[in-house]
Nanobody, 123 residues
Framework: QVQLLESGGGLVQAGGSLRLTCAASGLTFSKRAMGWFRQTPGKERGFVAAINLTGGATYYTDSVKGRFTILRDNAKDTVYLQMNSLKVEDTAVYYC????????????????WGQGTQVTVSS
């Protein structure tokens, strides 16, 4: 059974940092591109970041470039999202996703989704 388990969300002040963790099981982790998405009430789930199978290439939505970093550790079947200089507009439920390629993830197509973790940034 495939599981993507997010952790690390919480409440932080603007300008602070959080590190989200996604632990994967039940799939061949090294054969999957991984990504992070986020969703706020009344809006569709949107792409945040993706990383290719080996971790050699990363992709970000413009609004988080320079502030967020996606990393993967294939030996631990784990992907991370380091979030720095957080803004109020970053408040959302963040979802971990696994896909066939980074291109598929950027296009919003994922094979598996986590349950999400809440990130709230206060002013």
């Amino acid at each position: 059974q495939v599981q993507l388990l997010e952790s690390g969300g919480g409440l932080v002040q603007a300008g602070g940092s959080l590190r989200l963790t996604c632990a994967a099981s039940g799939l061949t982790f090294s054969k999957r591109a991984m990504g992070w998405f986020r969703q706020t009430p009344g809006k569709e789930r949107g792409f945040v970041a993706a990383i290719n199978l080996t971790g050699g290439a990363t992709y970000y939505t413009d609004s988080v470039k320079g502030r967020f970093t996606i990393l993967r550790d294939n030996a631990k079947d784990t992907v991370y999202l380091q979030m720095n200089s957080l803004k109020v507009e970053d408040t959302a439920v963040y979802y971990c996703a696994a896909g066939a390629s980074w291109f598929a993830l950027i296009d919003g197509r994922a094979d598996y989704w986590g349950q999400g973790t809440q990130v709230t940034v206060s002013s």
